[in-house]
């Protein structure tokens, strides 16, 4: 297969070219271009300036009018750039229209994000993911690649030379493209599996989602000690890391890290990440993480509900929590945020602020069937007693001879784990005393 000619090295700065169709899109064009420029950026690649484009409708050949185009491509040769990259999704015709036009890589939004992903992607299931989103995206724009021997063999009703060769690539990348769905049906059975272990002794999940960049790693940190990751990038993490946390009830938790939304997400990156994103469907209850510091803020929240509801976790119940409140300097920002989400948290995932109202409401989520019990525990069963400190809240313990008598909160299952323990009520208690005397008696 030829090399990808989507891949330059790109070792010189780019050209950014953002586009709108109408006077009212300018405002969310402008914010879309910052963030294509922060992820150019976290793709390792320097940014030589960036330009918006008002036109009154989508053109067939550039996207953007022809003389926009010209002028574009000129400037990128006079100051000798390593490409453009473009913050709307590009034709394969278009793509091959404006690198013949400028002599030089053209990228689109689409292309930075699956760049971005391939070259995060740790995991056997996530490097197959991408992969497979890479091959989607190239199979169409193979034609490119064999363009210079187009015109070679040939004759009435012939063959070419560049078209026998691109039927071969095309072959190979449907084969290749089969191998990796069957290598992740396999993964995905294997998930099914573990989950059906898991709940065999069921634990309660948890899902952060949320916008990339909102401090789902430094909440998980906070949350669990764990040792993940933390960068101020997008997509610094793209791999689930799943730990265990014990809420104030000593209810135990399983919480996940699930991989940053983004505006302009490519649906084939949806499709590819469903197995990654699994957890998300599958949790109980969902942390829906937004940066309050952030001005699109609003924009960010509703792109994570669209994507949630095309994964099919549209309907998970969701605490919606705002970070980063020690970056917000104006309060009225904060109030506008609380007006609009009467229900919602704000918290710090850096200094702790509102950490603990986060615990006691994920408490509430993660044991909406608790019960309080009394439960009568023989010294033969001390582990008993042990467990109930690690997985439920021990209000008292008492010792009745060699038994411990201990007043416990604890969910629905573990209370059914616990029946034989359950000390009667005392009128139950006596009047099973009462029987075992007249039985006596009797005899």
Known sequence: MPKDPEKPAMSGAVLLIGNYTHASQRAEA??????????VRTRGIAIAGSELVQHREMHARYLIGSGKAEEFAERAKEEKLAGIVFDHDLTPSQQRNWELLAGMPVLDRQKVILDIFAARARTREARLQIEL??????????TRAWSHLGGQGGGIGGRGEGESQLEQDRRRSWKAMDKLKAELKEIRSARATQRKD??????????????????????????????????????ATLDTTTRKVALPSHQ?????????????????????FKATLEEAVQADFLVHLLDASAPEVLEFHQTTIDVLKELGAGDRPAIIVFNKVDKVADPAVLQRLRSHFPDALFISAHTGEGIP??????????????????L??????????????????????????????????????LAEECAR??????????GAKARKVLSRHKA
């Open 30 to 39: 402008a914010s879309l271009l910052a963030e294509l420029a922060e992820l």
């Open 133 to 142: 989103a890479q091959l989607e995206y190239s199979l169409p724009r193979l």
């Open 198 to 235: 898991r709940q065999r002794t069921p634990v309660p999940n948890c899902a952060i989602v949320g916008y990339t960049n909102s401090g789902k790693s430094s909440l998980l940190r906070r949350l669990t000690g764990a040792e993940v990751l933390v960068e101020d990038k997008l997509f």
């Open 252 to 272: 135990p938790l399983l919480l996940t890290d699930t991989v940053g939304f983004v505006r302009k997400l490519p649906h084939r990156l949806v499709e590819a």
């Open 357 to 374: 109202a986060l615990l006691e409401k994920m408490t509430e989520l993660a044991s909406p069937g608790n019960v309080t019990r009394e």
């Open 376 to 413: 009568r525990i023989p010294a033969a069963e001390s582990g008993v007693l042990a467990r109930l400190h690690r997985e439920a809240q021990v209000l008292r313990v008492a010792y009745d001879g060699s038994d411990a008598v201990a007043t416990v909160t604890l969910s629905q299952r």
């Open 421 to 430: 323990f359950i000390e009667p009520p005392p009128k139950a208690r006596s």
